[in-house]
């Protein structure tokens, strides 16, 4: 197994490109079920996530080759059916459901298992699927969905979910009729899956609200999409900039993408400077405190959660962190403890007090954005951390200690025993 090995205390300087955005190249490979043909999706992350996404699909018969960009032949579908083997991996695969089930009018899914940050169940996606028309049994594990054609229909989700509003959104676009869909993500990556559909030929008006309307058309062609930069890497390597001190520009970043996490940024202190598609990051002296809540989109997002609770352990004063998306998870709260981190959990809020500084030691990512926010605290933190279980980090960044190091932080991976 490997493990991140961190000296801190470098300031980062320089500039650093951010990758295609994992959570819009999920759902976008998931829209190819839908077609007949050739595909030709740029800027997809090279990840361990994107290459189970690839294992489902060449499982179902497409086939997948990566040139510079990644190209997706779906014509020869075999195989409507998810195995355990490739879901268990990763909650996103339930994203080939609605588009199984619109397409073949049959789909068998592994239900996801549990997950470190919380229940994190599909009954969402499921009813809303029943609602089109699906006629949905779970047995052995698995989630069948049967139907003739899905029909259009009226959803209205009792939680807002993400891939819930990306699956009835691809199922939506074959089906007979309008479909409405309230209570709808509006994250960016619903709307770039939403554009990417549009363009395979489907119909549909709201996107980037909380109602999307969707007329079903008989079928959707190939198409050719960029995947978007992706806002959770923009976004670390802004903290990373912050809690060094540093000076970084972040090439590509999409401001409008980044709101409550720049504006958080700024009530502590960070200078941020739009410099046309650049966004220049600079740390101060010490980092002031702040209170946030996590929220759907465009509230201050879960997945910035715990990278912000590790620049706020090193902060002036005191900070509340309340964690509404997820329940459970706060599992990189004892590893940020065990580097001298000030911090005490009621019911789904952390309280931070502010340290001077945290000192290195051996910690172990729980989750993927878990083991970003240990990178973070080691790059601060005095003396040498050692992030072990870092094959979290590696299904959703892209070659992180390589840019790290190219803005002058000590990282490196090493292997362990
Ligand atoms: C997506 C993102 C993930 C991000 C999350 C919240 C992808 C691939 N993953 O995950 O990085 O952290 O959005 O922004 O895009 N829920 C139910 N029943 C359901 C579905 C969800 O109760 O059927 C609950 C969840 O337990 C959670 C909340 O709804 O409490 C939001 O989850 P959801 O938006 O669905 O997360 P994902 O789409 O899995």
Redesign the pocket.
């Given at each position: 197994m490997n493990a991140i090995v961190i000296k801190g205390g470098k300031r980062l300087e320089g500039s650093v490109d951010i990758s295609g955005a994992?959570?819009?190249a999920?759902?976008i490979l998931a829209s190819t079920l839908l077609t007949s043909g050739t595909s030709v999706l740029t800027n997809v992350p090279r990840l361990e996530?994107v290459s189970t996404m690839i294992r489902l699909l060449e499982y179902m018969g497409a086939e997948c080759r990566w040139h510079d960009s990644l190209i997706v032949d779906s014509t020869r579908l075999k195989n409507s059916e998810a195995p355990y083997e490739l879901v268990k991996t990763?909650?996103?695969s339930?994203?080939v459901l609605g588009p199984l089930v619109a397409r073949y009018g049959y789909a068998r899914v592994s239900l996801p298992g549990g997950c470190a940050?919380?229940?994190?169940?599909?009954?969402?996606?499921?009813?809303a699927l029943e609602t089109l028309g699906a006629r949905i049994e779970l047995e052995h594990g698995y989630v069948t969905a049967h139907c003739d054609r899905l029909r259009g229909g009226e959803i209205s989700?009792?939680?807002?979910?993400?891939?819930?509003?990306?699956n009835i959104l691809m199922a939506a676009c074959l089906a007979d009729g309008v479909t409405t869909i309230d209570n709808a993500?509006e994250?960016p990556?619903v709307v770039a899956l939403a554009e990417t559909l549009s363009r395979m030929g489907g119909r549909i008006s709201g996107a980037g609200t909380r109602r999307i309307v969707v007329e079903g058309v008989p079928r959707l062609s190939p198409v050719a999409s960029r995947i978007m930069p992706d806002r959770?890497e923009a976004g670390t390597m802004m903290v990373a900039a912050a809690i060094t001190g540093g000076d970084v520009r972040i090439r590509g970043a999409r401001q409008e993408h980044l709101g409550a996490v720049v504006t958080k940024l700024e009530e502590v202190g960070v200078k941020i400077e739009p410099e046309g598609d650049v966004l220049r990051v600079i740390g101060p002296e010490r980092i002031g405190s702040a209170d946030l809540r996590?929220h759907?989109?465009p509230g201050f997002?879960?997945?910035m959660q715990a990278q912000f609770m590790a620049l706020m352990t090193i902060s002036e004063g005191d900070s509340r962190i309340s964690e509404t998306?997820?329940?459970n998870?706060f599992m990189h709260v004892n590893e940020l403890q065990r580097m001298g981190a000030d911090i005490s959990i009621q019911s789904n809020t952390a309280h931070i007090r502010g340290v001077p500084h945290l000192s290195g030691a051996p910690v172990m990512a729980t989750d993927?954005?878990a083991s970003a926010s240990l990178i973070l605290a080691g790059l601060a933190a005095r003396g040498e951390t050692r992030v072990t279980r870092i094959y979290h980090l590696d299904r959703?960044y892209e070659q992180l200690e390589r840019k790290l190091t190219d803005l002058g932080a000590s990282v490196r991976r090493v292997s362990e025993e």
């Open positions: 994992k959570n819009a999920l759902p996530d990763m909650r996103a339930i994203l940050i919380g229940a994190r169940p599909i009954n969402l996606h499921l009813k989700f009792d939680t807002v979910t993400v891939t819930g509003t990306e993500a994250e990556e959770i996590t759907p989109f997002p879960t997945d998306v997820f329940e998870r993927l954005r959703g």
